[in-house]
């Protein structure tokens, strides 16, 4: 038996009532959006979204990095992005960890990890004003492109507007 197994046949199943294969890839409702990627989240549903109307890029804190700015220059110059919603939440792991202490863990399990960094979130409300920023200000996007934040609270379903 296969460790994967499980999800092949749930994909099979998927399969067979399959509906979305008009969809073009490109983000019908013009949204990207950068959330974490606990399983908690369901970016779609909470935000009143079908597939292929927003480009939703997941990582461990929903962390504006180098990798989703270089996706979101992709997301809004090929794929139709022209709003971007950074998403964290609430109970997140990132924030109950340092960088330090991760690198620790891994130490002690044989695994040198000191050329990564893992973007901890010490305080949501600065890491999300942090990365707002980082988009708004970054020349590899349109100016005045609209940019808004929100934490999402896991254990209620809400989204609470950033005022930054």
Same mark, same amino acid.
């Given at each position: 038996?296969? /460790?994967?197994?499980?999800?092949?046949? /749930?994909?099979?199943?998927?399969?067979?009532?399959?509906?979305?294969?008009?969809?073009?890839?490109? /983000?019908?409702?013009?949204?990207?959006?950068?959330?974490?990627?606990?399983?908690?989240?369901?970016?779609?549903?909470?935000?009143?979204?079908?597939?292929?109307?927003?480009? #939703?890029?997941?990582?461990?804190?929903?962390?504006?990095?180098?990798?989703?700015?270089?996706?979101?220059?992709?997301?809004?110059?090929?794929?139709?992005?022209?709003?971007?919603?950074?998403?964290?939440?609430?109970?997140?792991?990132?924030?109950?960890?340092?960088?330090?202490?991760?690198? /620790?863990?891994?130490?002690?399990?044989?695994?040198?990890?000191?050329?990564?960094?893992?973007?901890?979130?010490?305080?949501?409300?600065?890491?999300?004003?942090?990365?707002?920023?980082?988009?708004?200000?970054?020349?590899?996007?349109?100016?005045?492109?609209?940019?808004?934040?929100? #934490?999402?609270?896991?254990?209620?379903?809400?989204?609470?507007?950033?005022?930054?």
């Amino acid at each position: 038996m296969s /460790a994967f197994d499980d999800v092949y046949s /749930a994909n099979a199943k998927f399969a067979e009532s399959f509906g979305s294969s008009g969809l073009t890839g490109r /983000a019908a409702r013009g949204l990207a959006v950068v959330t974490c990627m606990d399983s908690r989240i369901d970016p779609l549903g909470l935000l009143g979204l079908q597939p292929g109307d927003a480009k #939703i890029l997941r990582n461990a804190g929903a962390r504006v990095t180098d990798d989703v700015l270089r996706t979101l220059v992709l997301a809004v110059y090929v794929l139709g992005v022209n709003r971007v919603l950074i998403m964290p939440h609430t109970d997140c792991g990132m924030a109950k960890v340092t960088d330090s202490e991760v690198h /620790a863990l891994t130490r002690d399990h044989g695994v040198d990890t000191r050329s990564l960094e893992f973007h901890t979130v010490p305080d949501q409300n600065e890491a999300l004003k942090h990365d707002l920023t980082r988009i708004r200000t970054t020349p590899f996007l349109p100016p005045g492109m609209p940019v808004a934040g929100g #934490i999402y609270d896991v254990h209620t379903g809400r989204l609470t507007p950033s005022p930054h």
